[in-house]
């Protein structure tokens, strides 16, 4: 097999637009783990939102990664085996500058989301995810530093002109303990400094005893670029952002079972 380690993005990569997983991409994942390949999911999203869609795939144990390579964990026990966060001094920092700014905010804390609004785009929010948002009436940055919490990731929410330059400010005034990025085109995320996808290849390479080399990685957002040039083999859907397709394999979109076909030629079917 060209890559018996194969880390797939979800939303955008994997998942359709209306939130469904093709059977042409179920199948092919069912293939290829039955070919002796290793297959994990690699997302922004919350632990409590990826678990239950692992079992559509087939995925009942092995490993997962979540908020963007800061939690991997067990996916039938949920026992978490790297688990980084924002200490609290640094997430009220950011967080208390997107206040400033007048941003729609979420804070994820021990696998909770907390917002500081209560609107129509935490609610779509809510349903592409499956999780439920806790509202919170005072400043978030109040409730960090009460709380004295590790904070796992930090989201902004805001129109898609608006993204490079608030990622470009994060990482201007945060950048010693802050690695920003993008996960749609309404989302700029903070996460701790040394935190990204590509810390995952890192992680599940060693773990499994595969090397990067041997390791492929698709998916489609900005914040799948560190996980894309990490890895040997560079996969990007057609739907992908431009800096992805400029370094990568260009397989069909998201819509087309782009998954499907990437998985293909990591078995060598199609060299």
Known sequence: MKYPLFLSDFDGTLVRKDGTIS??????????????GIFAVVTGRMLSSIRPRLRELGLEKGLVVAYQGGVVADIETGELLKNDGFSPSQAEKIVSFLEREDRHVHVYMDDLLYSNRDDESLRMYEKICGVKGIPVKEP???????EQKPVNKILVML???EKAAIIARMQREFGDFCYATASADVLAEALPAGVSKASAVDFLAARYGVSREETAAIGDQLNDLPMIE?????FAVANAEAELRKIATV?????EDGVAAALEIAMGEHL
Do not use: D, F, H, M
């Open 23 to 36: 059977q042409k991409n179920i199948a092919a994942i069912e293939k290829y783990r039955a070919a002796g």
């Open 140 to 146: 978030l940055s109040a409730l960090i530093a009460r």
């Open 159 to 161: 129109p898609p002109e």
């Open 230 to 234: 990490r890895a040997g083999g560079k």
């Open 251 to 255: 397989v069909p979109s998201s819509e």
